[in-house]
């Protein structure tokens, strides 16, 4: 069966660093595009970041650019989220997805549609 399972999340003060592993099985996990989501208690869910599955493209919302890095590692099935400089604001549950594709997307919106699968969320909480 299909499985993603995205840990790491904790306690953290305002500046520090989270790395979020994204463990994946199941599936070929090289021809997916793997995203990662975060929803904040009483807001909708937030696109935070997605990665081709072929040229390693990699797409961040506005509010994350330039702090978090997303990356692959495909031998491992894994995707991480580095998350460097956190703030308050990036309280949140966070959890990956994926979905098969058999291209490459160029936009953000392109690549964060459409997910086939979703992970359980690890709660990141930022003290201010």
């Known amino acids: 069966d299909v499985q993603l399972q995205a840990s790491g999340g904790g306690l953290v003060q305002t500046g520090g660093s989270l790395r979020l592993p994204c463990a994946a099985s199941g599936f070929t996990f090289d021809t997916y595009v793997i995203a990662w989501f975060r929803q904040a208690p009483g807001k909708e869910r937030e696109g935070v970041s997605c990665i081709n599955s072929s040229d390693n493209k990699t797409y961040y919302s506005d509010s994350v650019r330039g702090r978090f890095t997303i990356s692959r590692d495909n031998a491992k099935n894994t995707v991480y989220l580095q998350l460097n400089n956190l703030k308050p604001e990036d309280t949140a549950v966070y959890y990956c997805?994926?979905?098969?594709?058999?291209?490459?997307?160029?936009?953000?919106?392109?690549?964060?549609?459409?997910?086939?699968?979703w992970g359980k969320g690890t709660l990141v909480t930022v003290s201010s």
């Open positions: 997805a994926a979905k098969y594709t058999i291209v490459t997307y160029s936009t953000p919106d392109e690549c964060l549609n459409g997910m086939d699968y």
